[in-house]
């Protein structure tokens, strides 16, 4: 049963810290996006990656956000220095594109971010 | 540019029929997808939709009108469980998915 798998599920931390979130995408998926939800904005998408290269983070803070794939496996997405206005949930997704076709994504279960 | 409308809340009673409404504006059209996600979880897929019409899954159907920018969303029989947020969203010709602000749905018995 294949599955986008996240870490931590949880964390707490307080402002200024730095926060690594982990995502493991579906084997075999060539895309993958960071999404961040919170009530009042919704469910926004922050970076995206298409085998392995980043297409478009204009919806990342990017004096303290950084997002990599160091591997087909592992996407990180890093907040460093914490805000608490950073408190949402970060969602992981992927999906295979292939050209001209659009498909569903799949969607990790969240790290759920809390920031003091 | 891509706007995406869709109703706040609805509610509706158990063993009833729902309809949830999506207006979208795009500057290219590649479709309409429909999520669903459960308080607490992530959003899984229901449906895409690149042709007119309506299609059919089960108690699930989505409909799309490409020339009235419109689609909707229709659940049948509804259950308890069927409570939850429903999001439609947008891709652009990058493929990455533009989501509206979605719809709480709370069925009641």
């Known amino acids: 049963d294949a599955r986008v798998t996240q870490t931590p599920r949880h964390k707490v931390t307080e402002m200024g810290q730095e926060v690594t979130m982990r995502c493991q995408p579906i084997?075999?998926?060539?895309?993958v996006f960071w999404y961040r939800q919170t009530m009042m904005q919704g469910l926004e998408l922050l970076a995206y990656?298409?085998?392995?290269?980043?297409?478009?983070d204009s919806g990342m803070p990017k004096d303290r956000f950084s997002a990599e794939m160091p591997d087909a496996t592992l996407a990180t997405l890093k907040i460093q220095p914490s805000e608490p206005r950073d408190s949402a949930v970060y969602f992981c997704?992927?999906?295979?594109?292939?050209?001209?076709?659009?498909?569903?994504?799949?969607f990790g279960p969240g790290t759920r971010l809390t920031v003091t | 540019g891509q706007n995406i409308d869709q109703p706040t809340e609805m509610t509706a009673t158990e063993g009833a029929i729902v309809q949830i409404n999506c207006t979208y504006q795009?500057?290219?059209?590649?479709?309409l997808f429909w999520y669903q996600q459960h308080a607490g979880e992530a959003p899984t897929f229901l449906s895409y939709?690149?042709?007119?019409g309506l299609e059919e899954k089960g108690r699930f159907s989505s409909f799309l009108s490409r020339s009235k920018g419109y689609s909707y969303l229709l659940l049948k029989e509804l259950q308890m469980k069927d409570s939850a947020s429903y999001l439609c969203?947008?891709?652009?010709?990058?493929?990455?998915?533009?989501f509206g602000q979605g719809t709480t749905l709370q069925v009641k018995p």
């Open positions: 997704a992927s999906g295979l594109m292939t050209s001209g076709d659009f498909y569903e994504q799949y």
């Open positions: 084997l075999g998926h060539n895309t």
């Open positions: 990656f298409r085998n392995r290269a980043p297409l478009d």
């Open positions: 795009t500057s290219g059209f590649n479709g």
């Open positions: 939709n690149v042709l007119d």
């Open positions: 969203a947008d891709p652009s010709n990058t493929g990455k998915l533009i």
